[in-house]
């Protein structure tokens, strides 16, 4: 048989053995990704009683082809006004509850003679709970509409971000060789964050616009060619910064997730998304070794009794110290102990990177297999595990966990102070970024081919320097601009919070400051780069044109423009037909 006809054998032995199982799994009621796993294990190398696959490697390859398809579907499922809009209590569960599970698999992980990281990377695993599962367990249980499925969802949400920043770490781990490594993996995180508002600000300027500008010649066919073009070029572009490729996946999928053909799209690309997770999830049962499972089954059983009780805990007990009622706490955390699929791709990029032992791969595949068994069985007990405490707990516990509030503040002043947070801090940091990124361009790439470019050399040194100063200055200044801004109902929230309090006053005064001291340092660096004067005459030089950045009416009005044209991409307005 070809090379050829054998990658296609294979790949009709894994998907007509994935239609029969999943249709019996269908009749039982069970989670199709379940069947998945059953079939890899049944077509894998390491059990003879059917047909095996010939070429795991070719599976390998389409299986990253399905990582990517996920992480797209997850990306398009995303959103970050949805994220934002829930407040704390969603933040605090999430991160309070994978902090302790963490804590719980670096214990683990020293008891059995880890290394700092692996044990760090085995609690992220065990820390991570399944979409998938639960929303299947909500509408089978017919509790989608609960006050504490809301903040279970919002929790899966942030839970999946996690995952994709532990992905980025352990490349990171890979390439410096060493576990303690804590300036390589700091400078990641930095740089992730950097890459990730660039893009996500950039994609949403730039791709709804030209959707719509040529909207009449994009049909479904063509929506779905470039959707899935988009997808593979930011894989590639995240490869090139040194990201993973679901990295690349997940950004592009969660720009158009906020544009207004994310229905359009994730429906046009979830037949393709289903096709190739498939094949991903029977690689994953592929890896599954019996003999394996059976050395190492007193961990899978670890595993298991962890995650049922201990992530249960823990769960609970963040849900509660974030401000949920006793009930929606225990109802949360017992909802989210099982082990979900983000934990496979983990698992399976640290044992691609040699960051973990390869054994941990099968055995976090049982445990997830057994955990997702007890789910819908796991969320039926939080009831009666939450009327167990109410009867043993006293009145007075009772009433302080009712009136048990996370900040000590006055309500206004939360809501100010929160109000300023998503405003404020925001805008400095998405313009900050795009200032950096805008010099970085300008001084690594545009200028110096400008050099290039014949009789540029007869322009006198000091006209050509100033040339570039002030075109620098024009390209930053709405960004500069955009730091420094207060929107009418910022002010209106900053005199709120002086008239609450004058001690705040102090607290207004150093923010805006320091917001002026971010503007400096680029006006700085794009003077000193071209100019040779002392610094204290740069420095003031620099003052005078900030004054003139702040004041001047075209970079309010070209501020203005680009924030009403990405404020209108990303509210989905002007769809294409």
């Known amino acids: 048989m070809s090379e050829n006809l054998r990658l296609v054998a294979d790949l009709a032995l894994i998907l007509t053995s994935a239609g029969v199982v999943t249709v019996i799994f269908k009749l039982l009621k069970q989670p199709l990704v379940l069947g998945y796993l059953v079939v890899g294990f049944l077509v894998g190398p390491h059990l003879h009683l059917f047909p095996t696959v010939k070429d795991a490697a070719d599976v390998e390859v389409w299986s990253e082809i399905g990582?990517?398809?996920?992480?797209?579907?997850?990306?398009?499922?995303?959103?970050?006004?949805?994220?934002?809009?829930?407040?704390?209590?969603?933040?605090?569960?999430?991160?309070?509850?994978?902090?302790?599970?963490?804590?719980?698999?670096?214990?683990?992980?020293?008891?059995?003679?880890?290394?700092?990281?692996?044990?760090?990377?085995?609690?992220?695993?065990?820390?991570?709970?399944s979409t998938a599962i639960i929303i299947k367990a909500f509408d089978d249980l017919k509790i989608k509409g609960e006050s504490f499925a809301d903040l279970t969802m919002v929790v899966l949400i942030i839970q999946d971000i996690v995952a994709v920043v532990m992905m980025v770490l352990i490349s990171t781990v890979a390439a410096s060789k060493n576990a303690g490594a804590g300036r390589e993996i700091l400078m990641s995180i930095v740089k992730l964050v950097f890459f990730m508002i660039l893009w996500f600000v950039v994609g949403i300027y730039l791709i709804p616009t030209l959707l719509r500008k040529f909207k009449k010649y994009i049909n479904d066919e063509n929506l779905l060619i470039?959707?899935?073009?988009?997808?593979?070029?930011?894989?590639?572009?995240?490869?090139s910064v040194g990201f993973s490729s679901a990295l690349g996946a997940f950004v592009i999928g969660s720009i158009l997730s906020e544009t207004a053909e994310s229905q359009r799209i994730e429906h046009l690309t979830e037949s393709i998304k289903n096709l190739f997770s498939a094949i991903f999830f029977v690689s994953v049962g592929m890896m599954i070794d019996p003999q394996v499972l059976a050395q190492y089954w007193k961990l899978i059983l670890s595993l298991v009794l962890i995650t049922l009780i201990i992530k249960a805990l823990v769960s609970s007990l963040s849900a509660l110290i974030a401000g949920a009622n006793l009930e929606d706490s225990v109802k949360t955390g017992f909802t989210l102990s099982q082990i979900g699929e983000f934990a496979f791709i983990i698992a399976s990029v640290a044992v691609a990177q040699h960051v973990m032992p390869s054994y941990i791969?099968?055995?976090?595949?049982?445990?997830?297999?057994?955990?997702?068994?007890?789910?819908?069985?796991?969320?039926?007990?939080?009831?009666?595990?939450?009327?167990?405490?109410?009867?043993?707990?006293?009145?007075?516990?009772?009433?302080?966990?009712?009136?048990?509030?996370?900040?000590?503040?006055?309500?206004?002043?939360?809501?100010?102070?929160?109000?300023?947070?998503?405003?404020?801090?925001?805008?400095?940091?998405?313009?900050?970024?795009?200032?950096?990124?805008?010099?970085?361009?300008?001084?690594?790439?545009?200028?110096p081919f400008i050099k290039k470019i014949p009789y540029v050399e007869m322009i006198p040194t000091w006209g050509f320097n100033t040339l570039c100063a002030v075109g620098s200055l024009i390209l930053v200044s709405p960004f500069l601009f955009g730091i420094v801004r207060n929107s009418p109902k910022t002010h209106e929230l900053y005199r709120n919070l002086v008239k609450e309090n004058r001690a705040n006053m102090l607290a207004v005064i150093v923010w805006t400051l320091f917001r002026f001291m971010i503007v400096f340092y680029f006006v700085f660096s794009i003077l000193i780069n071209f100019f040779k004067f002392t610094k204290w005459v740069i420095f003031l030089i620099a003052i005078a044109v900030i004054f003139l950045l702040v004041l001047s009416r075209q970079n309010l009005n070209r501020f203005a423009s680009m924030e009403r044209k990405f404020m209108k991409n990303l509210d989905g307005e002007g769809s294409v037909k």
Not at 77 to 94: D, Q, R, Y
Not at 226 to 239: D, P, Q, R
Not at 399 to 422: C, R, T, V
């Open 226 to 239: 470039i959707s899935i073009g988009l997808c593979f070029g930011m894989v590639i572009v995240a490869n």
């Open 361 to 447: 791969y099968p055995v976090i595949i049982a445990a997830s297999v057994i955990t997702t068994f007890t789910t819908p069985y796991w969320i039926k007990l939080a009831t009666p595990v939450y009327n167990m405490l109410e009867n043993r707990l006293s009145p007075k516990t009772k009433n302080a966990l009712d009136e048990y509030a996370l900040f000590g503040s006055s309500n206004e002043g939360k809501k100010n102070w929160s109000s300023i947070i998503k405003s404020t801090i925001t805008n400095v940091l998405v313009f900050s970024v795009l200032s950096f990124a805008t010099l970085l361009i300008l001084f690594e790439y545009v200028i």
């Open 67 to 129: 990582i990517i398809f996920m992480m797209f579907g997850l990306g398009l499922e995303f959103s970050f006004k949805k994220l934002f809009s829930v407040g704390s209590k969603a933040f605090i569960t999430a991160l309070v509850g994978i902090l302790g599970m963490i804590g719980v698999g670096a214990l683990l992980g020293f008891v059995m003679g880890w290394g700092v990281m692996e044990s760090i990377f085995l609690g992220g695993m065990l820390a991570m709970s």
